[in-house]
């Protein structure tokens, strides 16, 4: 069995450890024999999705934004953080899906993507109901 040592977390290891678990499940390089389950049968995208949540302050800018559009001045006014640290952020978020945003003139407007939000809580709520049925199976 091809062992993966999970990485410190930054982007591009997380990148590279899942599309490393991907490549095993493909390969039928995991699992329990027994069963054939493959343990890297994983939701790529629910993944990075947790993760760009895995941060207070972006859990504080998506609470911030709720049903509005806010440039970012709004955004920094109303947190303890820098305006570049806000920008990391807001930019996270962006890549992920949780924000969109426009430009108007100099500046950049943000509002939460509802599509994206109404997407992770269904497959957050298929993921937790699989792990919790896997749970009531244990003898």
């Known amino acids: 069995m091809n062992v993966l040592a999970i990485s410190d977390g930054s982007k591009r ?12 499940a493909e390969r039928g390089l995991c699992g329990d024999a027994k069963t054939d389950d493959c343990c890297c049968e994983v939701d790529l995208e629910l ?22 559009q806010h440039c970012c001045g709004d955004i920094c006014s109303s947190l303890p953080l ?7 952020h807001l930019k996270v978020l962006r890549e992920c899906g949780f ?12 509002r939460v993507n509802s599509e994206k939000v109404s997407w992770f809580l269904a497959r957050s709520e298929a993921f937790f109901a699989g792990v919790t049925n896997s749970l009531s199976n244990i003898d």
């Open 99 to 110: 924000i969109e945003w426009q430009t108007a003139g100099p500046q950049s407007h943000y």
């Open 82 to 88: 820098a305006q570049s640290t806000v920008s990391q």
């Open 47 to 68: 993944a990075r999705a947790f993760k760009a949540l895995g941060h207070p302050a972006r859990l504080m800018i998506l609470s911030k934004l709720g049903s509005h």
């Open 13 to 24: 290891d997380m990148d590279k450890d899942m599309a490393e678990m991907q490549e095993n």
